[in-house]
């Protein structure tokens, strides 16, 4: 008797809790409608518990729940490539051909459990239900395909492979394209270079200038061994004024060439592009020292040699003659400005490589002054700083012409009568 009292006090409690709240269909139905996406089914619910947190008139159910939700189809999440693409760097992609790649998320039927709570308040003789969940193991699954927005492809799928393998051999065929034409530029710009490669690797090349400004005149060049295309590289020019130190670079067929840093004490620049063949140096300079167009000749340190042969020789007579004369009496006539001035000179030794000089007072045997020249390229030049004469050369009636500065950077054209 007192089991049957129990069984049927139990039976009256269920059927009460049943009933409190909305009922599972409701609640699947609203699951159905509002919160699972619709490629999951969802199975019967099954409430665990329910509590009415309201009154009785106006009732707030708290219903924890649980229930198996199914795919009715494939899901996809976005995921990369099947394999590394060797158009990008032998990297997985996102993308390819404009589709995004897609992975599979969850097969056709795979099942997963979900358990949550349902707040249920009653309006009139309808339910407001607010779910939350303790997870939603659905949203890593992923989705239908017909729910993408953009193309898509399927990682692994015949189509995939086929875009990926499409994709490498086009870049491949880009990157043999490329190759080509950069050899080929590579080559053209090689074949401009040879000719300035083989003029300054000879070592020496002459360079003659004219323009309206300075007139015409010549430079050597000196140049190291072994240059390089396009690489700087430190060489020597001379002028009547002395050696500057600069810097080269053969470039793209031109031959470049700039002061060292301090030594053009002008704008900075000195020589532009000049082309070039085998044998000569071509084009217009900027250079203050020669400005305007230039000529140059590569040649040996013995073609050099032999080049400066008869003029040093020459001037190497010049000093001779004089050298036999106890006081040598000259004319210098200033060609800038006009005039002219009786100097004395005593020309102590001379050999190409030292000429020991004393300047003395006109009328007197005073030292005025004394300087150390010596003989290159054609030119007389001074070993002493102080000396006022600069790049003295032969003149046609074998006397010497060249400047002198009378104050700091005011050069006065001179010549000098034969001995």
Same mark, same amino acid.
């Given at each position: 008797?007192?089991?049957?009292?129990?069984?049927?006090?139990?039976?009256?409690?269920?059927?009460?809790?049943?009933?409190?709240?909305?009922?599972?269909?409701?609640?699947?139905?609203?699951?159905?409608?509002?919160?699972?996406?619709?490629?999951?089914?969802?199975?019967?619910?099954?409430?665990?518990?329910?509590?009415?947190?309201?009154?009785?008139?106006?009732?707030?159910?708290?219903?924890?729940?649980?229930?198996?939700?199914?795919?009715?189809?494939?899901?996809?999440?976005?995921?990369?490539?099947?394999?590394?693409?060797?158009?990008?760097?032998?990297?997985?992609?996102?993308?390819?051909?404009?589709?995004?790649?897609?992975?599979?998320?969850?097969?056709?039927?795979?099942?997963?459990?979900?358990?949550?709570?349902?707040?249920?308040?009653?309006?009139?003789?309808?339910?407001?239900?607010?779910?939350?969940?303790?997870?939603?193991?659905?949203?890593?699954?992923?989705?239908?395909?017909?729910?993408?927005?953009?193309?898509?492809?399927?990682?692994?799928?015949?189509?995939?492979?086929?875009?990926?393998?499409?994709?490498?051999?086009?870049?491949?065929?880009?990157?043999?394209?490329?190759?080509?034409?950069?050899?080929?530029?590579?080559?053209?710009?090689?074949?401009?270079?040879?000719?300035?490669?083989?003029?300054?690797?000879?070592?020496?090349?002459?360079?003659?200038?004219?323009?309206?400004?300075?007139?015409?005149?010549?430079?050597?060049?000196? #140049?190291?061994? @072994? +240059? %390089? !295309?396009?690489?700087?590289?430190?060489?020597? =020019?001379?002028?009547?004024?002395? &050696?500057?130190?600069?810097?080269?670079?053969?470039?793209?067929?031109?031959?470049?060439?700039?002061?060292?840093?301090?030594?053009?004490?002008?704008?900075?620049?000195?020589?532009?592009?000049?082309?070039?063949?085998?044998?000569?140096?071509?084009?217009?300079?900027?250079?203050?020292? #020669?400005?305007? @167009? +230039? %000529? !140059?000749?590569?040649?040996?340190?013995?073609? =050099?040699?032999?080049?400066?042969? &008869?003029?040093?020789?020459?001037?190497?007579?010049?000093?001779?003659?004089?050298?036999?004369?106890?006081?040598?009496?000259?004319?210098?006539?200033?060609?800038?400005?006009?005039?002219?001035?009786?100097?004395?000179?005593?020309?102590?030794?001379?050999?190409?490589?030292?000429?020991?000089?004393?300047?003395?007072?006109? !009328?007197?045997?005073?030292?005025?002054?004394?300087?150390?020249?010596?003989?290159?390229?054609?030119?007389?030049?001074?070993?002493?700083?102080?000396?006022?004469?600069?790049?003295?050369?032969?003149?046609?009636?074998?006397?010497?012409?060249?400047?002198?500065?009378?104050?700091?950077?005011?050069?006065?054209?001179?010549?000098?009568?034969?001995?």
């Amino acid at each position: 008797m007192r089991v049957l009292s129990v069984l049927i006090l139990s039976l009256i409690l269920v059927g009460c809790f049943s009933s409190l709240g909305p009922s599972e269909d409701e609640i699947k139905a609203k699951l159905s409608k509002n919160e699972i996406p619709t490629f999951w089914r969802i199975s019967d619910i099954d409430i665990v518990e329910s509590e009415n947190f309201g009154t009785d008139e106006i009732p707030r159910i708290r219903t924890r729940f649980q229930t198996t939700i199914e795919a009715l189809e494939n899901l996809y999440i976005p995921g990369q490539s099947s394999r590394p693409l060797e158009a990008a760097n032998n990297q997985p992609v996102i993308r390819i051909n404009g589709h995004r790649i897609i992975s599979l998320g969850a097969e056709k039927g795979t099942e997963l459990n979900v358990t949550g709570i349902v707040t249920s308040t009653q309006r009139g003789e309808a339910w407001s239900l607010s779910f939350s969940f303790d997870d939603e193991p659905w949203e890593e699954k992923g989705i239908a395909l017909y729910e993408f927005e953009q193309d898509v492809v399927v990682a692994g799928s015949d189509k995939e492979i086929a875009m990926l393998d499409q994709t490498d051999e086009t870049w491949r065929e880009q990157q043999a394209q490329q190759k080509a034409a950069q050899e080929a530029a590579e080559r053209e710009i090689a074949e401009r270079n040879a000719p300035l490669l083989e003029l300054v690797n000879k070592g020496y090349a002459i360079m003659n200038y004219l323009s309206e400004r300075n007139g015409s005149g010549y430079a050597v060049l000196q #140049f190291p061994e @072994d +240059v %390089k !295309a396009e690489r700087r590289f430190e060489f020597t =020019l001379t002028t009547k004024g002395g &050696d500057m130190g600069m810097i080269g670079m053969v470039d793209n067929g031109r031959f470049i060439m700039t002061p060292q840093q301090g030594e053009s004490g002008q704008s900075g620049r000195c020589g532009a592009a000049l082309t070039a063949t085998a044998d000569e140096i071509q084009g217009e300079s900027d250079c203050y020292v #020669f400005f305007g @167009d +230039v %000529k !140059a000749i590569g040649m040996t340190q013995s073609r =050099l040699h032999e080049h400066f042969l &008869d003029a040093n020789q020459a001037l190497l007579n010049f000093f001779e003659r004089a050298q036999n004369v106890k006081y040598y009496n000259y004319q210098t006539r200033n060609e800038t400005f006009g005039g002219g001035t009786q100097e004395r000179m005593l020309v102590n030794s001379a050999s190409s490589d030292n000429i020991d000089l004393t300047f003395l007072a006109r !009328a007197r045997d005073d030292v005025r002054s004394s300087a150390t020249w010596y003989i290159q390229y054609g030119t007389v030049r001074s070993k002493t700083v102080d000396d006022k004469y600069f790049g003295l050369t032969l003149s046609d009636n074998g006397g010497l012409k060249g400047r002198r500065y009378t104050r700091l950077n005011r050069p006065i054209a001179i010549s000098i009568s034969a001995p």
